[in-house]
C-alpha cells in the first residue's frame, strides 16, 4: 500500500485528485501508479491556455495519441473540476470502469 511519503513527491493538483476524488472512490492506493496514471495527466488552465507554445501544445497532442495506440484509457480533468466538483469527477471513473469491467461500450 502506497504511503504518504510516496505521495508527497506529487505536485497539488495530483494530491487534489487522489484526496477528492481517487480515495472517496476506492479507499486505497493500491495498484496505483500516480507517476504514470496521474501525473502528467490533469489540465491546468494556464498550461494550456497561456504557458503552451504551439509546438508544446501539439507534442502534448500527439503524446496523449500515443497512449491511445499503446492501450492506455484516458480520462482527463481539469483542476477547477477536481477542486470544485469531485463527485462528478467520481462518477466519470465509476462509470468508465463500469463500461471498461462491465463489458459495455460506449
Given at each position: 500500500?502506497?504511503?504518504?511519503?510516496?505521495l508527497a513527491e506529487h505536485g497539488y493538483a495530483e494530491k487534489l485528485f487522489l484526496e477528492k476524488v481517487w480515495f472517496p472512490?476506492?479507499?486505497?492506493f493500491d495498484?496505483?501508479?500516480?507517476e504514470y496514471e496521474v501525473e502528467d495527466y490533469?489540465?491546468?488552465?494556464?498550461q494550456h491556455?497561456?504557458?503552451?507554445?504551439?509546438?508544446q501544445f501539439a507534442d502534448s497532442l500527439m503524446r496523449q495519441n500515443h497512449l491511445v495506440l499503446d492501450g492506455w484509457r484516458i480520462l482527463r480533468f481539469s483542476f477547477d473540476h477536481i477542486?470544485?466538483?469531485p463527485?462528478?469527477?467520481?462518477?466519470v471513473i465509476q462509470q468508465f470502469l463500469g463500461n471498461y469491467f462491465g463489458g459495455t461500450t460506449a
Open positions: 500500500m502506497r504511503t504518504e511519503e510516496d472512490v476506492f479507499h486505497h495498484s496505483l501508479n500516480p490533469i489540465d491546468g488552465y494556464k491556455a497561456s504557458h503552451a507554445t504551439r509546438a477542486n470544485d466538483k463527485r462528478m469527477c467520481q462518477q
